[in-house]
């Protein structure tokens, strides 16, 4: 079976994102950004795993670019954590590395899928 890059990274990242939640929910009692950065966070995946059965190039296309846009999200949500010293610098660029790879992984295969329509 071939291997999805990006639907194996968007599961680890969204684990990540959930264990980030109980962390800040839990131990650092906060509760609307940590909610935001849980939606967004495992909303990438949730989409990633939507588009393997996507419709049309064209919907499989549009379901990659909402998880673009959901990870451009919750790598705003992650910086104001860190602004808001809620997260460890290190925390931080550790966890926005990981959803900086995403959205490059998801423009990648966007871009590639336009030019084979």
Known sequence: MKENIVKDK??????R??????????VKNEY?????VLKSGT??????????????KADFIHKLAIAQKESNETLYWL?????TQYLEKSEYESI????TEIIKLLTKIIITTRKNL
């Open 79 to 83: 910086e104001l954590l860190m602004l």
């Open 96 to 99: 926005n590395q990981d959803g």
């Open 32 to 36: 609307v950004m940590s909610k935001q």
């Open 10 to 15: 968007s599961l680890d990242f969204a684990v």
């Open 43 to 56: 909303a990438i995946g949730a989409l990633v795993r939507e588009s393997e059965h996507a419709e049309s």
């Open 17 to 26: 994102i959930v264990k980030l939640y109980q962390y800040l929910s839990f």
